[in-house]
């Protein structure tokens, strides 16, 4: 059984810095991209970061380039987000998600990832 199990969320200031991992177990996703969504409150589920499969090719949404940054160590199967110059806009629950084949370049689309975690909180208090 696939798994992906996000952790490290939590309550910070504005301004902080938190950093998601993504553990991943049941299978490798080393040749596959991988990626970060996250859903607020009343609204729609959004792309934020996806990593290639060796980690030299990374992709953000507009709203978090410069301040988040993914990573990815295969050897431990994991992913990771980290989140600098946090803003309450941030606040959402936030999902790891792995998509079931390679890709040659890295989806933004929620559809494109067959695999998804069961969200970790963060809340960024102003």
């Known amino acids: 059984q696939v798994q992906l199990v996000e952790s490290g969320g939590g309550l910070m200031q504005a301004g902080g810095s938190l950093r998601l991992s993504c553990g991943v177990s049941?299978?490798?996703?080393?040749?596959?991209?991988m990626a970060w969504f996250r859903q607020a409150p009343g609204k729609e589920r959004e792309f934020v970061a996806s990593?290639?499969?060796?980690?030299?090719?990374?992709r953000y949404a507009d709203s978090v380039k410069g301040r988040f940054t993914v990573s990815r160590d295969n050897a431990k199967n994991t992913v990771y987000l980290q989140m600098n110059s946090l803003k309450p806009e941030d606040t959402a629950v936030y999902y790891c998600?792995?998509?079931?084949?390679?890709?040659?370049?890295?989806?933004?689309?929620?559809?494109?990832?067959?695999?998804w975690g069961q969200g970790a909180q963060v809340t960024v208090s102003s």
């Open positions: 990593i290639s499969w060796n980690g030299a090719t990374t």
């Open positions: 049941g299978r490798t996703f080393s040749s596959n991209p």
């Open positions: 998600a792995a998509r079931g084949t390679p890709s040659l370049g890295l989806p933004i689309g929620v559809g494109a990832y067959d695999y």
